[in-house]
């Protein structure tokens, strides 16, 4: 055992490796999941071109109006100092379940691209409640190893985010 070293707790130690690993794959299948509302108007927008009649500035305020949010989202976040005051697993679900329903709204309900605009940057507003959450997650989870777990999440993320074109 070499300096600054802790005698290994054998069984116990095995179970909280385990736990975390269990949690990294979880929270990066979440991660994956949640993520893939970022472009999945942007999959859709050569429909959406035809069906709306689209300008090209249109189609950009669709994907820049999730960019927005995400950034609107981060702040209020922050300034609000959300993360401290919602346990974080509550505001990574709460949020992530919220995109959800906003992109089922755009799904169902957007008929223009006003519309669809606006909830598209509530959707980036949700979002920012659910990629830095799941960071303070995975830190707390990982003091050893946390490098490796981040490229893990980040992987899901950036996943998650292209799905919508994987089809």
Same mark, same amino acid.
């Given at each position: ?10 069984? /116990? ?10 949690? @990294?794959?979880?929270?990066? @299948?979440?991660? #994956? ?16 071109? @035809?069906?709306? /009649? ?17 950034? +609107?989202?981060?702040? #209020?976040? =922050?300034?609000? /100092?959300?993360?401290?005051?919602? /346990? ?6 709460? +949020? ?42 995975? =830190? ?28």
């Amino acid at each position: 055992m070499g300096l600054g070293e802790k005698p290994s707790h054998g069984k /116990n130690e095995r179970a909280a490796a385990l736990g975390r690993w269990r949690t @990294l794959a979880l929270l990066s @299948l979440a991660e #994956l999941l949640a993520m893939s509302l970022w472009f999945s108007a942007s999959a859709v927008v050569p429909s959406l071109r @035809l069906e709306w /009649n689209l300008s090209d500035s249109s189609i950009s305020g669709l994907t820049i109006a999730v960019q927005l949010g995400f950034v +609107c989202g981060t702040l #209020l976040s =922050a300034f609000l /100092n959300l993360p401290d005051i919602i /346990n974080v697993r509550y505001l990574f679900a709460l +949020c992530a379940a919220a995109g959800a329903i906003t992109n089922a709204t755009f799904g169902a309900y957007a008929d223009s691209s006003e519309t669809a605009i606006v909830l598209r940057f509530l959707t980036g507003m949700f979002l920012a409640g659910v990629y830095p959450p799941g960071m303070k997650i995975l =830190a707390t989870w990982f003091q050893r190893g946390r490098g490796m777990a981040l490229g893990v999440l980040v992987g899901a993320l950036t996943m998650g985010k292209a799905s919508p074109y994987f089809g």
